[in-house]
């Protein structure tokens, strides 16, 4: 029986578990790669190279954002259409999706490339080998854009074709094969410029690989040629993933500026918030994956006119979340600096440590305000209330990157950084009250016709 299917039946909390461990293994993985880069870097380069990776860090957060954000909306209506037992229009929904992202990720690599000075001046990158070294990372990572995207997208269509483990394997080759060449070029001298070009080696093929996987899969699964391109369902899959680009970018362009504002601090600075950014934004993007799998557990059901199951859909999904948040707590706040360890060598600076596990400190314990808000947000996307969604979002991401800005500025030289890391946790506390308020009392249930 097809994943979409399946939605609409059986437990929900176990529906909605298995629905959505291979999209956060995904973009964990993902996420990862960065992570290895970073790792390699500080161990084996200097702590230069280690904030050249993280300064640039939120670029690419943000990249990835639109990525998963398309992946959503083609995964949605593909699996719709299976589950309907359209395999003709589902095949043309994956044709026009991968040929929509292809388009998406030339147009974004260009622009990319051709904004790269005006990028890393934006994020306050000045310094001449600082510079250098983020710059170099940055270019070569762009390079690969259409490839990154072309992956997720793949790995979505997957999903939607009822198998997570061929774009997970992938994944775990492509991973281990960036691990291997970034020491092997490191080694070769290469330094940082081997980094860049190990991480687009990895992606290019396993995004071919999986091209051509999905391709023999689809055909021998669906059994249909489909269009290759319709513009109908092209407007389906962008009114599903729009929505979803909007909510992982505007997190994302949060962390753009305020990483802005650190690179302000120095090199060491930015190295040990760098470190422990990533290690925070694990589970920031695994709220994110929860957001979307809610999502559309929720549009599959009002679909099906299964209004009970929506709420029950929401409570599974605030416990799976509730689960996460009591593991990721604990561990950040017990070992923060075993966890920065990873991305150091024994020449790392202490100030680097401190204040990764002084940001580490600021924000884990309230992972909470993002616990409660993402299964709220998740319902209000699937039922088709963006405007409360938006509003939601929108403040978390205003009062987070004013508050930075307004700290770093009025407080003492001592408080400044805390004061940036504690917007954090307050952006996020506002926003998960507007989501609450909206969930409870908003709109989405007479979009959808839901009547208690």
């Keep these: 029986m097809n994943k979409s299917v399946k939605l609409v039946s059986g437990n929900p909390f176990k529906t909605l578990l298995l629905f959505s461990i291979p999209m956060i293994l995904s973009v964990t993985l993902q996420q990862f790669y960065n992570i290895c880069d970073s790792m390699i870097a500080g161990k084996m380069i200097s702590d230069s190279a280690l904030s050249a990776v993280s300064a640039t860090y939120p670029i690419t957060v943000v990249y990835l954002a639109i990525a998963v954000g398309f992946g959503v909306g083609a995964n949605i209506i593909t699996s719709r259409l299976i589950g309907q037992k359209d395999y003709f229009n589902a095949k043309s929904a994956i044709n026009t999706s991968l040929i929509t992202i292809s388009i998406i990720g030339i147009v974004v690599g260009l622009l990319g490339i051709l904004l ?57 080759f492509s991973t281990v094969l960036n691990i291997f060449l970034d020491i092997l ?63 992982g970018s505007i997190i994302s362009i949060g962390g753009v500026f305020i990483q802005s504002l650190i690179n302000t601090f120095g090199s060491e600075t930015t190295a040990g918030y760098g470190a422990a950014y990533k290690i ?16 559309t557990f929720t549009s599959t059901n009002a679909g099906a006119k299964l209004y009970g199951r929506i709420k029950k859909g929401f409570y599974s999904g605030l416990l799976i979340c509730g689960l996460i948040t009591l593991v990721a707590t604990i561990i950040f706040l017990l070992i923060p600096k075993e966890l920065l360890k990873i991305f150091g060598n024994e020449n790392t600076s202490i100030e680097v440590v401190n204040v990764g596990v002084k940001f580490i400190y600021c924000v884990a314990p309230f992972y909470i305000f993002l616990c409660i808000k993402i299964p709220c947000d998740g319902v209000l996307k699937g039922a088709g209330d963006m405007r409360s969604f938006m509003i939601a979002t929108f403040a978390d991401l205003i009062i987070r990157v004013a508050l930075s800005y307004l700290f770093a500025y009025t407080l003492p030289n001592e408080f400044k950084l805390l004061g940036i890391f504690l917007s954090w946790p307050i952006g996020w506390l506002v926003g998960m009250i507007i989501s609450i308020s909206a969930y409870k009392y908003g709109r989405w249930k007479r979009l959808i016709g839901y009547i208690n």
Excluded: C, H, W
């Design 116 to 172: 790269l000075n005006p990028l890393l001046m934006l994020l306050n990158v000045y310094d001449k080998e600082y510079y250098s070294l983020a710059y170099t990372y940055l270019l070569f990572y762009t390079i690969g854009i259409i490839f990154l995207f072309l992956y997720n997208v793949i790995t979505s269509l997957f999903q939607a074709l009822g198998n997570s483990r061929i774009p997970l394997y992938l994944l775990i």
């Design 185 to 247: 070029f490191v080694n070769l001298g290469m330094n940082i410029k081997g980094i860049a070009i190990a991480t687009l080696i990895s992606i290019i093929i396993v995004s071919i690989f999986s091209f051509i996987i999905l391709f023999i899969y689809s055909k021998k699964v669906l059994n249909e040629k489909g269009k290759i391109f319709d513009k109908r369902l092209l407007n389906n899959i962008l009114k599903i993933a729009v929505p979803s680009i909007i909510q």
């Design 280 to 295: 925070v934004y694990v589970i920031v993007n695994i709220y994110t994956v929860m957001s979307n799998a809610i999502s």
